[in-house]
């Protein structure tokens, strides 16, 4: 790799911090500038949000030696179901994974927002100034846009700035992006918080189709668990109600395997959709993770969608011959049929919920119960979880 190629790296989140990383690692000869707009001061450590990592991406993060163990909670069992009138069925229809019968530690892990990028970040600190020649970070420095020209991008800061190739990892939510070149409004509302749950299985993650959406529960520690409840925005069903209602309501729709709901925290709404760009690569732009896609959170894949492009774009810029359009094409072809399954898939599963058809709870239900019986099959679908299509 020319030690003339300089790598603009916008967005210090998740994905573009350990591109950064991993680049600087693969690519000694590179130079690469991380941007973000939020001030150098700003406390990222203190950002609760919760992040659920497949172990593919715990396994990336363990190789840049920035995952922070001690601050995470393994998900060793994931268990799906739908929920069914009582009368219809005796025994409701579930998915089990097991770490074990995978033959893994973990099927991947769940922890804060803040106690991943903070690591993330201050090994990317440590990083230029050790190598400040080649390496920077500039906090509180936003890219407002991006031109491109030939063989080359150039970024609008504060100055106008020229790089051989800028990677896009500054993404945001759905409400707030611009629009992409495919979008769709899925009418849905993500409900997220905390709940105490006496009872939780240890290591369990817990997903359960309802009638209005999915409900997840990602493992915190303890009896304390994430909530994604996700319902439609007309006649949304969670807004009107109290803590107490809406306690009360997730004890009724949650699997009975999953203990009972005894406290839940203020909760806060987002709006749900699809935003992808047809292609992860515009001249000498690279957009990755939610930059490219914004998906819904049913199947849990945009941080780790976002994760294995990062990879595969360094890969490829290693392996180039400092032939970086090419390494750019290849890139993208290789993560063409992991990046359209995974949105295939999470589109057909949100769109479900909205669709009023005879009958398709039930074939939902018989596919969960189908998937458990077929061992091979449910085996196949816990890798493509835990590292995407290969």
Known sequence: MSADLHIAVVG????????????????????????????????VGADPRTLALSLGSVQLLQRLKVWPAAAAEPIRRVHVSQQQPLLLVRRQPEVVIDA????????????????????????????????P???ALRLGTPVRSLKTLHGAVELDTDIAERFDLAVVAEGGVFAEQARKALRHDYAQTAWVGQVTVRGLPAGT????????????????????????????QQDDPVQPLNDAQRIAVLNHVLHPDTGRVVAISPLK??????????????????????AAQTLHPVAGQGLNLGLRDAFELVRRLRRSGGDVDAALRRAEWA???????TI????????????????????????????????????????QMMFGRR
């Open 205 to 232: 993650a817990y997903e359960r189709f309802t009638a209005h959406g999915p409900v997840a529960l990602l493992p915190l520690g303890g009896e304390e668990a994430a909530l994604v409840w996700c319902v439609p």
């Open 12 to 43: 210090a989140g998740p994905c573009g911090l350990a591109l950064a990383l991993l680049a600087a690692r693969e690519l000694p000869h590179a130079r690469l500038t991380v941007f973000d707009a939020r001030a150098p001061e700003h406390d």
């Open 269 to 290: 709404a987002f709006a749900l959709g699809l935003n992808a760009e047809r292609s992860l690569v515009q001249g000498r732009t690279v957009r990755i993770g939610n």
């Open 344 to 383: 295939a898939v999470t589109d057909f599963l949100a769109r479900s919920f909205v669709w009023n058809l005879p009958g398709l709870g039930a074939a939902r239900a018989l596919g969960l119960a189908a998937l458990q019986r077929m061992s091979p099959a449910k085996s196949l679908l816990a890798r």
């Open 335 to 341: 993560r063409a049929g992991d990046r359209w399954g």
């Open 133 to 135: 020649q080649r390496l």
């Open 100 to 131: 074990l019968e995978e033959g893994v530690p973990m099927l991947g892990a769940v922890l804060r927002y803040g106690r991943l990028v903070a690591p993330l970040q201050q090994a990317w600190a440590d990083a230029c100034a050790a190598q």
